[in-house]
């Protein structure tokens, strides 16, 4: 692949027809990768081929590691027919962030993206990306840039976004606590809100009573959002 098309942050990968296996196995499985770190994928216990799945890529904060991803929002894959992604960074935090350029860790996720939609039955309709502190101003980030394939962000107590072009108009769910002494809200989330509501983006924003945490009903109301419960 073209160093050039991740080099803008570009990822490839789209679901796809048919998946190469009829079952799989369910609850949390290494996903194994070429990669010196460890990442996870966890399959519902009711997962069929037959009824495509929705698909959550879930990123860890800095210094993490790809567990610390998956358990955002694992809990409430069961429930929602929701197969969770958790990838590890290649470095001690995301690309963009520790190199100041996209590149090894958005080929590393296009080649698992890749091995995920050729072996999960998965519905185009609600992809979403999003994560913790660095891995939610990472998933702002790769979501401007790939709306054309989440079509959902989901940001807990991001820092900033950086796009190099935009595709497609994903919808973006953001939470901060008005506390928080590690990403400050005035200048992290009070900053970053209004302009993705100038690019016409729709914006469901929550400031919480907390510092720099995910409160539990935050993270089922944003599992709520992104199956489309209470959306129009």
Known sequence: MNKGVYSAGRLTAKPHGKPANDTMPTGVQSLQLHSKKESFIYVPQQYNAAIPASLA?????????AGHGLYLINQYADANNMIVYAPASQDYTWDIIAGDSFGMDVSFLDHALQTIFENYA??????????????????????????????????????????????GKPAVFISHGVHDRVLPIGSCSRRIVPPLKRKGLEVSYHEFDGEHEIPDNLRQEAVTWFEGKERE
């Open 57 to 65: 890529i879930m990123l860890h904060g800095s210094g993490g590691i």
């Open 122 to 167: 998965i519905d185009a309709t609600p992809v979403a990306i999003g994560g913790f502190s660095d891995g939610a101003s990472y998933a702002l980030c790769l979501g401007l840039i790939n709306g054309d394939l989440f079509n959902n962000s989901i940001a807990f107590s991001p820092g900033f976004f950086y796009v190099t072009k935009e595709h």
